[in-house]
């Protein structure tokens, strides 16, 4: 059984290695099979949880913010386990993954308090909302997806002056997107417009919702946007929406704006053999910045299977410069914010392996490796919600 394993009050300290006088763990349980858990709060500070790792020879300890409490288990989930603090939030948390390509590390998704769609309470003016889904139960029968806010706050620490925060978790939504890859009947697809962050939410009678900071809820708003989904072909071609009437016509080698009036400009040619090429890649998503000096671009080929990168350019042309070279994850182009910073899903390139999954902030403009900033590990998509022009009010 899942919970036998778990002793209450259990007086356990960390192994050496991840051991600080500083952080001394209150203990409250433990669990082990195959990989081993403990759980609680730190002496120092009772009201941030911790929960202790080992799994495959490697230990990793991660805490919540503060004022959560003590972590106990809740219950086990397709990949890993799923807990709970005694203030009731919930965090995922997944063991490293080794793969033929490298080894995905340890993630812990703190997904926060349980939020009531008809009376947030408290939430940022702006942020991302993230889809995130697992299954538990016997034989993982029962599939759970949520979408957690995570608010922008400014001013806090981070790479680029700010940072993001956990406001809590929706029960039982997802992005219309996200829906549509899990459910053949939804149809949803704003891949490279201003529409691609401003998705609404899916949520579990089917309607379409946004999230209205200024009344505290989830407001319905009928059915959701019905789109096509932009199809490719490996080698050949796809168009894409400029500003001010231009229009982006992207083949597997070359890039080319076209003008509202006036002849076609190539902004990219790819170098070397331009017969080989462009046969096997495909440009899948192609996105202005707000400023007009970026290209966001997402670039999909095939070799052994389809795998996708994200890529920036300067929009009058030149060099590509890849968000995360060298990572074994595909990643994906989601969009950019008002402040010319882009969110791309996928993973960094880390020392004997890949850096944590998940959504991030990106700066362009800065050399060939782009700056970026971890939103939230796991996210496979979102939306957002607060900022100027968004289907969010």
């Known amino acids: 059984m899942l919970l036998a394993g778990i002793v209450i009050g259990a007086a356990m300290a960390l192994d050496a290695p991840t051991r600080t006088r500083a952080a001394q763990p209150r203990v409250v349980s433990y669990w082990r099979n195959g990989s081993h858990l403990t759980m609680g709060s730190l002496r120092t500070d009772p009201r941030r949880g911790f929960v202790h790792l080992v799994s495959g020879g490697k230990s990793v300890v991660f805490t919540t913010p503060e004022g959560v409490g003590a972590l106990r288990l809740s219950a086990s989930i397709g990949n890993g386990w799923k807990l709970r603090s005694s203030s009731g939030d919930l965090a995922l948390l997944h063991p490293a993954f080794d793969s033929d390509f490298a080894r995905t590390p340890a993630s812990f998704e703190f997904l926060g308090r349980r939020l009531n769609p008809a009376k947030l309470g408290r939430i940022g003016s702006r942020g991302v909302a993230g889809a995130i889904e697992w299954w538990e139960g016997k034989k993982l029968r029962h599939h759970h997806s949520v979408v957690v806010l995570v608010e922008q706050t400014p001013g806090r620490q981070g790479s ?33 417009t201003t529409q691609e962050l401003r998705q609404p939410l899916f949520g579990p009678d089917g309607q379409s919702y946004s999230i209205d900071v200024k009344r505290g809820r989830v407001v319905r708003i009928g059915k959701g946007p019905v789109e096509r989904f932009e199809g490719y072909k490996l080698g050949g071609c796809t168009n894409w929406p400029g500003s001010n009437g231009a229009s982006y016509r992207a083949c597997g080698g070359s890039i080319t704006v076209h003008h509202a009036q006036g002849a076609g400009t190539t902004v990219f040619r790819r170098p070397g053999d331009p017969n080989t090429a462009p046969f096997f890649n495909a440009w899948t998503f192609l996105q202005p910045s707000p400023n007009g000096r970026w290209l966001l671009l997402e670039e999909t080929a095939e070799a052994c299977s389809t795998y996708s990168w994200v890529e920036f350019m300067p929009a009058h042309g030149g060099r590509l410069a890849s968000i995360f070279p060298g990572s074994p994850v595909s990643s994906s182009a989601l969009g950019w914010l008002p402040d010319n910073t882009a969110l791309v899903e996928g993973a960094p390139q880390a020392c004997g392996g890949s850096g944590a999954e998940g959504i991030y902030q990106v700066r362009p403009g800065t ?20 900022y100027s022009g968004s289907g969010s009010r």
């Open 160 to 192: 680029f002056g700010n940072g993001w925060k956990v406001d809590g978790y929706l029960p039982g939504f997802s992005t219309l997107r996200r829906a549509a890859w899990l459910n053949t009947h939804v149809r949803g697809n704003v891949r490279g």
């Open 367 to 386: 050399g060939s490796h782009p700056a970026y900033q971890l939103v939230f590990p796991d996210l496979g998509d979102a939306t957002t919600w607060g």
